[in-house]
């Protein structure tokens, strides 16, 4: 079965310092990746996706990059954080032959003081 | 016009009674039809998605899609406190590789 893991599971930042957050699927192969952003009680916001290794498409133009440097394995990074980046982080994954349902991973609660 | 409406609630119901979730969506494209349900502080879980036409079970779900009014609705059966959470409607584009998410409505069942 898939397993989708991510890290850490809660961060506090200063203002203006670096942000990476990890995360990785086991169980299937040439998955979608997915970031979404979700603010205290908001929707998702769909921050990057990916098709394939190297192939990030973003969404939102903001201080936040992304990159998929294996298969499995997408990374959020930023080098400055903001007091708005504060939220919830949330990877998913989904298969290409699907419908297009997508697989949370537990999430990231980012705390940007 | 947001592409994927959701009354936010709270929905309350009693235990024991149905609950129905009710979701519209802009793009007449949209081919594939979710939904999610987050407990607070949890990331979402996919518990239904429908394809076509008319009403998909599963348990105490039932989908239910009309294309030609650009709806989507989710009924739980025998409501149970343990429902108590949001549920997040979900559209996919014609290409499948993203997902628009709803706001999410707020059900809270009673005991």
């Known amino acids: 079965s898939q397993t989708i893991h991510q890290w850490p599971a809660t961060l506090v930042q200063p203002v203006g310092s670096p942000l990476s957050l990890e995360c990785t699927v086991e169980?299937?192969?040439?998955?979608?990746l997915y970031w979404y952003r979700q603010a205290a009680g908001r929707g998702l916001q769909l921050l990057f996706y990916?098709?394939?290794?190297?192939?990030i498409s973003s969404e939102v133009p903001q201080n936040l990059s992304a990159s998929r440097p294996q298969d499995r394995q997408f990374i959020l990074s930023s080098k400055k954080l903001l007091l708005s980046d504060s939220g919830f982080y949330l990877c998913?994954?989904?298969?290409?032959?699907?419908?297009?349902?997508?697989?949370f991973g537990p999430g990231t609660r980012l705390t940007v003081t | 016009q947001k592409e994927v409406e959701q009354n936010s609630g709270p929905l309350s119901v009693p235990e024991g009674a149905i609950a129905s979730l009710n979701c519209t969506y802009s793009?007449?494209?949209?081919?594939?039809f979710f939904w999610y349900r987050q407990y607070s502080g949890k990331s979402p879980e996919l518990i239904m998605f429908?394809?076509?036409?008319g009403d998909k079970e599963d348990g105490r779900f039932t989908a239910q899609l009309n294309k030609a009014s650009q709806y989507v609705s989710l009924l739980i059966r025998d409501s149970q406190p343990s429902d108590s959470a949001t549920y997040l409607c979900?559209?996919?584009?014609?290409?499948?590789?993203?997902?628009?998410f709803g706001t999410g409505t707020k059900l809270q069942v009673i005991p």
């Open positions: 169980g299937t192969s040439n998955p979608n």
């Open positions: 990916s098709v394939g290794i190297g192939q």
């Open positions: 998913a994954w989904s298969v290409k032959t699907g419908g297009g349902e997508q697989y």
């Open positions: 429908i394809y076509s036409n």
């Open positions: 793009d007449r494209g949209s081919q594939s």
């Open positions: 979900a559209v996919s584009a014609r290409s499948y590789q993203k997902v628009t």
